[in-house]
């Protein structure tokens, strides 16, 4: 059974730091693509970053760059988001997901997301 | 970056109706788009992917289509289990980016 676990999260004061964690079993980590999906309270899904299989290539959405950081460790089959200046608009339940990794007509597609864990909440508040 | 507007973005039905929430992008994005759906206090659920493929285990009264800019997710006949709120998903480029979101309620 796939499961992702996240951890790390907690409140912060805005400037601050934060490194979540997010703990996958139940399939080949190191075989996948890797998202952080995050959600405001009461909002909506925003996707914040994503990690190729090596780690080699890692794409971010324009809020965060500069600041986040993605990484993996497919020994321990895990994924990390170093969060760095945190701002209050940073405030969110973190999702870890896979991105489904396919091949269609012999290209491999990546870009949604099927399996998610439970996500961990971040605040960023004095 | 695609934008992805949904419509409408809340929508009250009675259990059995035949409910359609419809997605548009900003730009062409082929058929690269998923659905998800999301109860309160749980992580979003894939449902349909390349805008018109069930996902394993979804009931088959649900289906997708479209491509290019507009897109539908229609559940034939609403089950009490369907009342959540469901977001589209474009992931023909990056940043990958989602609808607003529809919240579907018990009439």
């Known amino acids: 059974e796939v499961q992702l676990v996240e951890s790390g999260g907690g409140l912060v004061q805005p400037g601050g730091s934060l490194r979540l964690s997010c703990a996958a079993s139940?399939?080949?980590?190191?075989?996948?693509?890797m998202s952080w999906v995050r959600q405001a309270p009461g909002k909506g899904l925003e996707w914040v970053a994503n990690?190729?299989?090596?780690?080699?290539?890692?794409y971010y959405v324009d809020s965060v760059k500069g600041r986040f950081t993605i990484s993996r460790d497919n020994a321990k089959n895990s994924l990390y988001l170093q969060m760095n200046s945190l701002r209050a608009e940073d405030t969110a339940v973190y999702y870890c997901a896979r991105e489904s990794t396919v091949a269609f007509g012999g290209v491999i597609v990546i870009g949604y997301f099927d399996y998610w864990g439970q996500g961990t909440l971040v605040t960023v508040s004095s | 970056d695609i934008q992805m507007t949904q419509s409408p973005s809340n929508l009250s039905a009675f259990v059995g109706d035949r409910v359609t929430i419809t997605c548009r992008a900003s730009q062409s994005i082929s058929s690269w788009l998923a659905w998800y759906q999301q109860k309160p206090g749980k992580a979003p659920k894939l449902l349909i992917y390349?805008?018109?493929s069930l996902e394993s285990g979804v009931p088959s009264r649900l289906s997708g289509s479209g491509s290019g800019t507009e897109f539908t997710l229609t559940i034939s006949s609403l089950q009490p289990d369907d009342f959540a709120t469901y977001y589209c998903?474009?992931?023909?480029?990056?940043?990958?980016?989602f609808g607003q979101g529809t919240k579907v309620e018990i009439k």
């Open positions: 990690i190729k299989q090596d780690g080699s290539e890692k």
């Open positions: 998903q474009q992931y023909n480029s990056y940043p990958w980016t």
């Open positions: 139940g399939f080949i980590f190191s075989s996948y693509w």
């Open positions: 390349k805008a018109s």
